[in-house]
Antibody, heavy 117, light 109 residues
Framework: QVQLQESGPGLVKPSGTLSLTCAVS?????????WSWVRQPPGKGLEWIGE???????SYSPSLQSRVTISVDKSKNQFSLNLSSVTAADTAVYFC??????????WGQGTLVTVSS | EVVLTQSPATLSLSPGNGATLSCRAS??????LAWYQQKPGQAPRLLIY???IRAAGVPARFTGSGSGTDFTLTISSLEPEDFAIYYC???????????FGQGTTLEIK
């Protein structure tokens, strides 16, 4: 059973860069899956941020594409999210998750990131 | 971009009742549609994938149906633990992009 765990700062200043890491255990990040980031503003719905696959190819939400970078570190079995030029609108719970064409079958517990000075 | 519209926004029912949740896509998504359940403070849980296949460990009272643009999640007899928020989700082939519906809150009446 694969497990995912997000880590990173819980507070980021406006105009700064949000950086999170997702550690994967119980499975290889080199498998034929997509490794994704999804966020959820407080009291709101789920928003797809983007993903990276086993070969390192990335796809991003059009609304966030200019600010998002997702990368993978196979040696550490983890992947990361960088979101630049953050504002209060980026305050959310950030989830990492594993996906394929059948949906998201494994999720991290989520981590709240607040953008505030 | 495919837009998923869920209805109703809120559904108020009693344990033992049946529930019907709808998800409509702005264009055909074939059968690549999934349903999730989310409880407060938790990550979403995959219930149904490929429109009608129950994920491992999901009770038989959850049934998914539909194809193309119209999909339904049916819960045959609500248990207390079923009261939660439900989301549908689809993935576009090209460009690769995932979309979630806005959610249906299933609350105890």
């Amino acid at each position: 059973q694969v497990q995912l765990q997000e880590s990173g700062p819980g507070l980021v200043k406006p105009s700064g860069t949000l950086s999170l890491t997702c550690a994967v255990s119980g499975g290889s990040i080199a498998s034929s899956k997509w490794w994704s980031w999804v966020r959820q503003p407080p009291g709101k719905g789920l928003e797809w941020i983007g993903e990276i696959n086993h070969s390192g190819s990335t796809s991003y939400s059009p609304s966030l594409q200019s600010r998002v970078t997702i990368s993978v570190d196979k040696s550490k079995n983890q992947f990361s999210l960088n979101l630049s030029s953050v504002t209060a609108a980026d305050t959310a719970v950030y989830f990492c998750a594993r996906a394929d064409w059948s949906g998201y079958d494994s999720w991290g517990q989520g981590t709240l990131v607040t953008v505030s000075s | 971009e495919v837009v998923l519209t869920q209805s109703p926004a809120t559904l108020s029912l009693s344990p033992g009742n049946g529930a019907t949740l709808s998800c409509r896509a702005s264009q055909s998504v074939s059968s690549y549609l999934a349903w999730y359940q989310q409880k407060p403070g938790q990550a979403p849980r995959l219930l149904i994938y490929d429109a009608s296949i129950r994920a491992a460990g999901v009770p038989a009272r959850f049934t998914g149906s539909g194809s193309g643009t119209d999909f339904t999640l049916t819960i045959s007899s609500l248990e207390p633990e079923d009261f939660a928020i439900y989301y549908c989700q689809q993935r576009s082939h090209w460009p690769p992009e995932d979309t979630f519906g806005q959610g249906t809150t299933l609350e105890i009446k």
